[in-house]
């Protein structure tokens, strides 16, 4: 029954040291992207230093990268947590392996003694011959066999369980050896962090000084970016009519008896009504949430979706998509497979593109110049036109609708 329990703890301690690597392993490629996205606005804000542009973008620039910056130091400590609990769990089974091989090491050394007394060839023989019949003596014979396999096997647990043993002292000293790493490296994270508040600090009190200026500046892009969000919702709700439009004259072609009030609810849904091809694309893009590719091959989020204090004045900013900032000339590729319902242009050459999936659209805002047309299919990672560089600036507006709902982007591309 001991032994069963011992299995059973291995068992279970091994699925778990399993989860754990996975976890770990997710871990580390988070922590990858993020150095990476935080090596990336850290160019972008140098490149921004140097041309001594807008110091509102650094400011912008300057709060992203913080950002970044305490998500790493988050993550880092999770990994670390994860290591812990992973020392935790490799002692446990260390002491359970000294336990078991304690107690095997006794057995054997008893057995020992006693194979030793009864170590002479003729007083094996005498317990042979003692036998009563031959079936005694059969069974005599067969026992001082299995009694021999015994021991041998007794003297291979206790080497496979040394060997267990210091496997698992070397895999202690190595994860203990990782834990400090990160200790180290998160507090080096921490003094950075430090170092990009005080930055940060330093803007903001040289900017405070035209908080009128400053204050018109922000309410003249969040009206720009409400007329942008309009025009968006107007041309998404025109292709929806035009969408269903197609829908109710192929259902009316497939199904000659459908009713006129039939129709008209294709034809007057505010929502796309799927056909079967479209469910399928609809579904498919729906499965993708959390591991679509980034529009753009490098870059980092510079404003994030929804309503968020602004950095200096507190007032409210609100974004229906993000925004990405990147370096001037990258081109721009869809993130699903598609098809392009319009090509925008909004004002100052601000070029758009809408692309649908099934009842799903992604818009790309804020392009330069445009490699695609109404009507055209398009394929995952697809280059669909380059990024605008307005200000000095190189930011693409990125949007997720279902129908006419924003959605957050940063929860459909991969983190």
Known sequence: MPKFILTLFFLLTTSLIWSQSDAQRKLEERKEQLQKEIAEARTALNSEKKKEKSVMTQINQQAAKIKLQE??????????????????????KINALKKDLDVLKKDY?????????????????????????????????????????????????????????????????????????????NEKEKKTLEVEKQEQETLMKSIKKDVKKLTAEINKKQKESKEADRQIKKLIREAI?????????????ANPKATVAETKAIENSSKIVLTPEGKIVSNSFKANKGKLPWPVAKGFVSLKYGTHPHPILKLPVHSSG????????????????????????????????????????TVYQNLTSVSVSK???????????????????????FFVLQNTEYLNPESWISK
């Open 71 to 92: 998500k790493l130091i988050a993550t880092t400590e999770k990994q670390a947590k994860l290591l812990s609990d992973d020392i935790y769990t490799n002692q446990l």
């Open 109 to 185: 050394a008893k057995m020992i003694v006693k194979s030793y007394k009864s170590r002479s060839e003729q007083s094996r023989a005498m317990f042979l011959l003692s036998s009563q019949n031959f079936l005694q003596a059969y069974k005599r014979a067969q026992y001082m066999k299995q009694y021999s396999n015994y021991r041998k096997n007794q003297g291979d647990e206790i080497k496979e369980k040394s060997t267990e043993l210091t496997t698992y002292n070397e895999k202690l000293g190595v994860q203990k050896k990782e834990k400090q790493k990160l200790i180290v490296e």
């Open 241 to 253: 009519a035009e969408a269903n439009r197609k829908a109710a004259a192929a259902n009316k072609k």
């Open 322 to 361: 993000v925004e990405i900032s990147t370096d001037p000339g990258t081109s721009v590729r869809a993130v699903f497979d598609g098809e392009v319902t319009s090509v925008q242009v909004m004002s100052g050459n601000n070029m758009v593109v809408y692309v649908q999936h099934g009842d799903f659209y």
């Open 375 to 397: 009507g055209s299919k398009i394929s995952r990672m697809q280059n669909i036109g380059k990024v605008a560089t307005r200000g000095g600036h190189t930011t693409l507006k």
